[in-house]
């Protein structure tokens, strides 16, 4: 960044916010409310790259924002969307409902006006958590309310265009043979098998047949009912090949990211709002997916879907927005199992925001510290909080079952790691607790060691594991490292990169007592 002109607080937020506002004074559009958009799938349970589509849209309003203008998130949950299978852990009863729109279909739990309902309100809740503000927005509302009812007629108006663009940009040609509108069959309230072929632009209806269609490799079957829809009130939605743009139209909205699985669909709907609804579409960003561990995209259907209230009951809610805000580009693979490390570089990024820890790079530091402003969503804590490594807090959960929030805090009291109890460090124990109960084993931290390093540890494991009473293990370690030409302050500190992932920890013998010395022994083993 030397030798560049620094945006706002340096980050890639920034930047975006800031190509935005440029394109936006080029076009030469008001200025007065820029709206920013997420949409939201409520056919599956919504997972963390749902949640990181509105967050990552949520930070590009604060950066406007923070620019001088006004700004806000539309959060829109496509709840006309039909359901096309049934999402893993659910109940079979849903079958009779494939192809409903999801807001028609009964909540199989009970708890919420529909299925739609049920999904998008876990997406909800966790934007509530991590503290993201936004205004929501429910297709079914839209429809029903006649907003999109002006785009929706142009859009048919100019059906037989867009069906030979939709060919021509991606290949696909049933558009050609019926219109980007699927009515909802008011016979079996169906979505995809009302095909509609017909427009009368005078009474703004469509003319539509019910009939059997493949959906996820499903045959859906129609039920035959041949019948006229209403746009501006039957219910009825756009095809997604066109409904962004018409989306975009009806509720000015000036940016909105995508993830590259939908590119095809973005870049009609793009020319759809330029050429047909004569509306500059969105400043966009594209990002990657998120991958499961084993590479597999994460997905509502195959169950390995990592949701923001399960992270929620490991982790803080600033780590899923360190997470979500350190970058956007790139495929990430993502699991439970990041967010010690998380956790522990949140920390670091608060000792350089606080100048605990000096950075010489200047673009770094920007950068560092504009990250951490974004992750406390621009209203920063006016000091730092105590710092209690989660990786600590792992093992001596693992040690304490019973009593274990004022055993632990006891121990930390012990080792001089904390001066005082605070609620904030007794809800660490309580998510560091629920990670140690679910998870055993923690990712093996990476650590290069010398052969003299290695014969130390080696020496030190035999020790460890001696039926015989070790009166000071401080000690042991500490002639362990001399007797082997090792600084012990190295031993000391590779000790603590593999039992707690960092370089320093509390007094390591007495800490290694609590542990347990075999078990430590066993740890060490690996390295050896």
Same mark, same amino acid.
């Given at each position: 960044m030397?030798?560049?002109? /620094? $945006?706002?607080?340096?980050?890639? @937020?920034?930047?975006l916010? %800031? =190509?935005?506002?440029?394109? #936006? &004074?080029?076009?030469?559009?008001?200025m007065?409310?820029?709206?920013?958009?997420?949409?939201?799938?409520a056919?599956?349970?919504?997972h963390?790259?749902?949640?990181?589509?509105a967050?990552?849209?949520?930070?590009?309003?604060?950066?406007?924002?923070?620019?001088?203008y006004?700004s806000?998130?539309?959060?829109?949950?496509d709840?006309?969307?039909?359901?096309?299978?049934?999402?893993?852990?659910?109940?079979?009863?849903?079958?009779?409902?494939?192809?409903?729109?999801?807001?028609?279909?009964?909540?199989?739990?009970?708890?919420?006006?529909?299925?739609?309902?049920?999904?998008s309100?876990?997406l909800?809740?966790?934007?509530?958590?991590?503290?993201?503000?936004?205004e929501?927005?429910?297709?079914v509302?839209?429809?029903?309310?006649?907003?999109?009812?002006?785009?929706?007629?142009? /859009? $048919?108006?100019?059906?037989?265009? @867009?069906?030979?663009?939709i %060919? =021509?940009l991606?290949?696909q #040609? &049933?558009?050609q043979?019926?219109?980007?509108?699927?009515?909802?069959?008011?016979?079996?309230?169906r979505?995809?098998?009302?095909?509609?072929t017909?427009?009368i632009?005078?009474?703004r209806?469509?003319?539509?047949?019910?009939?059997?269609?493949?959906?996820?490799?499903?045959?859906?079957?129609g039920?035959?009912?041949?019948?006229?829809?209403?746009?501006?009130?039957?219910?009825?939605?756009?095809?997604?090949?066109?409904?962004?743009a018409?989306?975009?139209?009806?509720f000015?909205?000036?940016?909105?990211?995508?993830?590259?699985?939908?590119?095809?669909?973005?870049?009609?709907?793009d020319?759809?709002?330029d050429?047909?609804?004569?509306?500059?579409?969105?400043?966009?960003v594209?990002?990657?997916?998120?991958?499961?561990?084993?590479?597999?995209?994460?997905?509502?259907?195959?169950?390995?879907?990592?949701?923001?209230?399960?992270?929620?009951?490991?982790?803080?809610?600033?780590?899923i927005?360190?997470?979500?805000y350190?970058r956007?580009?790139?495929?990430?693979?993502?699991?439970?199992?990041?967010?010690?490390?998380?956790?522990?570089e949140?920390?670091?990024?608060?000792?350089i925001y606080?100048?605990?820890?000096?950075?010489?790079?200047?673009?770094?530091?920007?950068?560092?510290?504009?990250?951490?402003?974004?992750?406390?969503?621009l209203?920063?804590?006016?000091?730092?909080?105590?710092?209690?490594?989660?990786?600590?807090?792992?093992?001596?959960?693992?040690?304490?079952?019973?009593?274990r929030?004022?055993?632990?805090?006891?121990?930390?009291l012990?080792?001089?790691?904390?001066?005082?109890?605070?609620?904030e460090?007794?809800?660490?124990?309580?998510?560091?607790?629920?990670?140690?109960?679910?998870f055993?084993?923690q990712?093996?931290?990476?650590?290069?060691?010398?052969?003299?390093e290695?014969?130390?540890?080696?020496?030190?494991?035999?020790?460890?594991?001696?039926?015989?009473?070790?009166?000071?293990?401080?000690?042991?370690?500490?002639?362990?490292?001399?007797?082997?030409?090792?600084?012990?302050?190295?031993?000391?500190?590779?000790?603590?990169?593999?039992?707690?992932?960092?370089?320093?920890?509390?007094?390591?013998?007495?800490?290694?007592?609590?542990?347990?010395?075999?078990?430590v022994?066993?740890?060490?083993?690996?390295?050896?």
């Open positions: 030397s030798g560049q002109e /620094i $945006l706002g607080k340096g980050t890639w @937020i920034d930047k916010a %800031s =190509e935005l506002l440029q394109r #936006e &004074k080029t076009l030469g559009r008001s007065d409310l820029l709206r920013v958009e997420s949409g939201l799938g056919s599956g349970v919504p963390i790259g749902s949640l990181g589509d967050v990552r849209a949520y930070g590009v309003k604060l950066a406007l924002e923070n620019f001088g006004k806000e998130l539309i959060a829109y949950s709840d006309l969307d039909g359901l096309r299978k049934i999402p893993e852990g659910f109940p079979d009863s849903l079958k009779e409902h494939l192809a409903k729109p999801v807001s028609l279909i009964p909540d199989p739990y009970g708890c919420h006006d529909s299925y739609g309902m049920h999904m309100s876990i909800l809740d966790g934007l509530d958590k991590v503290g993201v503000k936004f929501f927005r429910r297709a509302d839209t429809y029903k309310h006649g907003l999109l009812k002006e785009q929706i007629h142009t /859009i $048919l108006l100019n059906s037989a265009k @867009i069906g030979e663009k %060919s =021509e991606v290949g #040609e &049933k558009f043979r019926y219109l980007p509108y699927f009515p909802v069959c008011a016979n079996c309230n979505l995809y098998t009302a095909e509609a017909e427009y632009a005078g009474e209806k469509v003319k539509y047949r019910c009939h059997d269609t493949e959906i996820s490799s499903k045959i859906i079957k039920c035959g009912h041949e019948g006229e829809a209403d746009i501006t009130k039957d219910l009825g939605k756009l095809a997604w090949k066109v409904e962004f018409a989306r975009w139209s009806a000015d909205i000036r940016f909105e990211a995508y993830g590259k699985d939908i590119m095809d669909s973005v870049k009609v709907n020319w759809v709002a050429e047909i609804l004569q509306f500059p579409h969105p400043h966009h594209k990002y990657e997916m998120f991958l499961d561990k084993g590479g597999k995209k994460i997905s509502k259907s195959l169950g390995n879907v990592i949701t923001a209230q399960k992270w929620l009951e490991l982790g803080t809610p600033k780590s927005l360190l997470l979500l350190k956007i580009t790139g495929a990430r693979e993502l699991g439970f199992e990041d967010i010690p490390s998380l956790i522990t949140y920390n670091e990024l608060e000792d606080f100048g605990r820890i000096k950075v010489d790079n200047q673009a770094k530091l920007t950068k560092s510290k504009g990250l951490y402003e974004y992750v406390n969503l209203n920063p804590p006016k000091q730092p909080s105590t710092h209690v490594n989660y990786r600590l807090l792992m093992e001596l959960t693992k040690i304490f079952k019973e009593n929030d004022e055993r632990v805090m006891k121990k930390l012990d080792y001089g790691v904390i001066k005082n109890p605070e609620p460090i007794e809800e660490l124990i309580r998510l560091a607790g629920n990670f140690s109960d679910e055993d084993q990712e093996k931290t990476q650590v290069n060691l010398q052969n003299n290695k014969k130390a540890l080696k020496i030190l494991v035999d020790a460890l594991n001696t039926d015989e009473k070790l009166e000071d293990i401080q000690n042991t370690i500490y002639q362990t490292a001399k007797s082997n030409d090792v600084e012990p302050k190295d031993f000391f500190k590779i000790l603590y990169q593999i039992i707690l992932g960092t370089s320093r920890g509390p007094k390591i013998g007495p800490f290694i007592s609590d542990i347990g010395r075999k078990q022994a066993k740890k060490l083993s690996e390295y050896t």
